[in-house]
């Protein structure tokens, strides 16, 4: 009885996160992926952080989270050139972990890109150099250490 109690509440935990929260859970998350791994780790990683976000809210059963492939253009200030980019959109409003750790604002960004759809494409981020995506048991063992940010609450 105690367990099924629990399971319950870890529903109703994720299932009543507003978008605010989720970006709160995300943002904790990245700093625990960046104290992991260092700031190099967001350089030109930009799908491994977002598919391993992605992975871990959808793991967490965090609706609204979606993984965006597509082409971004950064602000000219930047010095950054439009580039092929992998980000996220939470409830329709873009979350770019790896250039926001950056200090580039994605309001500041020009973003085309669509949803990411394994089941059409389960190699839809090979281009990107992931290609273990259909690996669940390895990715389940590498967001592990971030699955505790998408079950708090505040």
Known sequence: MKNKIFKNWKKFLVENVGTDEKFRRLRAATETIKRQSGDQCFIGSCANTSFELWWAAKRAGLSGVNLIA?????????????????????????????????????????????????????????????????????????????????????
């Open 70 to 154: 597509g082409s971004a253009t950064p602000p000219e200030h930047t010095g950054e050139p439009p580039t092929e980019h992998i980000w996220l959109t939470v409830d329709g409003t873009v979350y770019d972990p790896t250039w926001e750790m950056q200090e580039i604002n994605p309001e500041e960004v020009v973003y085309d890109g669509e949803v990411v759809d394994f089941e059409k494409d389960p190699n839809a981020l090979e281009y990107f150099g992931v290609d273990e995506v259909e690996d669940t048991e390895w990715w389940d063992d590498t967001t592990d250490y971030i699955m505790h940010h998408f079950m708090e609450t505040q």
